[in-house]
């Protein structure tokens, strides 16, 4: 039984060893979603005053909706974002790993209350 011991041991590290590698060997990086901005360049949206709380954001959105929702993030989440009222790919990012959310997704306001 002594001996037994030793070779468990041995054949669980294996394995355990097995599943990790894989699983690392199917994780893809993320990549920010292709989209087309929806907001021009210059134009400020840095406040969210006079957001809808019904409304839902997506990437290449722009607004006070998207203000908030980086507000949100910084906030309730601890992440760094521009709050620059435009949901490009830093905002998408923050999302992902901060939230749990996929920004490729609209995004309903209240997931972030």
Known sequence: MKKMVPVILIVAFGVIAFLIYRNRRNNKPLEC?????????????????GYDIEKEVVVGDYGPEVAYVQERL????????????????????????????????????????
């Open 33 to 49: 979603p292709k989209f087309e901005p929806l907001y021009e360049g210059g134009r400020p949206f840095g406040s969210s005053e």
């Open 74 to 113: 910084n906030s309730q989440y601890g992440a760094e974002v521009t709050v620059d009222g435009k949901f490009g790919c830093e905002t998408w990012q923050a999302l992902y790993d901060f939230a749990g959310l996929d920004g490729a997704e609209p995004i309903d306001l209240n997931d972030l209350k």
